[in-house]
C-alpha cells in the first residue's frame, strides 16, 4: 500500500489537524494546547500520542511537562505534500480561525510572565545570570564581534588561551611564542582548531609577514621583552594599515617580587609611555582602558590598549610633509 494512504488516517480527524496546525506556528505544553483549542485535557493528550507515534510531531522535555512542535520537516516528501493540501483547507475553517487568534493570547501570556518574573527579580537577576551561565558569559562571546574573515595574530601565545578564544570567531589565527614548552602546550590545546596556525618565533623578529595580520594581541607578554618598543615597530611591520594591535598588560605596579618569580622586565606600562612608544613604532592613535578587576584576582590592575596602525607607512608622511 502507498506510504501516503497510512497517513491519511491521522489526518482525517479535524482535531488532529488543528493540533498540527498550531504546533507548526509554535511549540506548545499539553496545557498551553487545552487553552489553545478549549478542548480538556484528556482528549488534547489521545490525539498528541496518536500524532506523535505516526512521527508527526515530537515532544521535548521542559521541567514537569513536556512542549510539543510539529515535526514536518522529518517526515517524507509524500506526507508533507499531503500535509499542505489538507492544513490550507483546514487553517479556513472557523475552529482553526478561533486557535489562531487564542494562540496569540497564550504567548503574549507566555511573554508577560516573563516580564513579571523580570519586574520582580531585577535585584537578584545578577547572582542568578552567574549561576545559570558564569561570572562573565558575555565575554567569551564579544570576539564574535570581529570581521569573520580576519587573520588575527597572538603574539606571545603562550599556551593559547588568547588564539582558543579567538578561532571560533575568525578566518585565522596566527599564533608565536619563543618557547618550546608554551608551544607543546599550545599546540594541544588549539588541536580541534584547523584555522590556528603556531609558528616559533620572538616578538623582535616575527615570523610573519609584512601587513599579513588584521588583528593582533599582545597579551600579558610586553612585560617581558627588554625592548618594548622594538616589540611594538615589530608589530606594526606585520599589521595591515588600519590594523589594530590589542596590547593587554599590567598597570604600573610596585610588585617588585614578579621580577625575581616571573622574570618581569618591566613595572606595568602607562598609557603615556604606550602612546609615546606606539607613535614611533607607526601607530596613529593608542586609546588605554584599566580594565574591572575580578574580585577573585590576587595581581595587579590590568588594562587593554588598542593601538590602531597608521593608514599610510612613516616614510609617506615624512615626505608629505612640507
Ligand atoms: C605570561 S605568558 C602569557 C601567555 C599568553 N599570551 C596569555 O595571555 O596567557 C608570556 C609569553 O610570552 C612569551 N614571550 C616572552 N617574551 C617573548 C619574546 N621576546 N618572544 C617571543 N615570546 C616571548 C613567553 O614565552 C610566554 O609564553
Known sequence: MPAVLDRLSALADLTRSRLLL???RDALTVGELCRVLRLPQSTVSRHLKLLSDEGWITARAEGTSNRYRAALKDLDPGARQLWQLVSGEIAEAPAARQDATRLRSVLAERSTRSRDFFATSAGQWD???SELFGARAELAAL???LDDDWAVGDLGCGTGQVAASLA???GQVLAVDASAPMLTAARKRLAPFRNVEIRRGELEALPLDDASLDAAVLSLALHLAPEPARVLAEAARVLRP???LLIVDMMPHDRTDFIDSMG?????FDAETLTSWGGEAGFASCTYHPLVADPAAKGPTLFAAVLRRATTSPTTRTEAQP
Open 127 to 129: 547572582r542568578l545570570r
Open 264 to 268: 618581569h622586565l618591566w613595572p606595568g
Open 168 to 170: 571560533p570567531f575568525v
Open 242 to 244: 588600519g590594523g589594530r
Open 143 to 145: 570576539p564574535a564581534l
Open 22 to 24: 498550531v504546533l507548526e
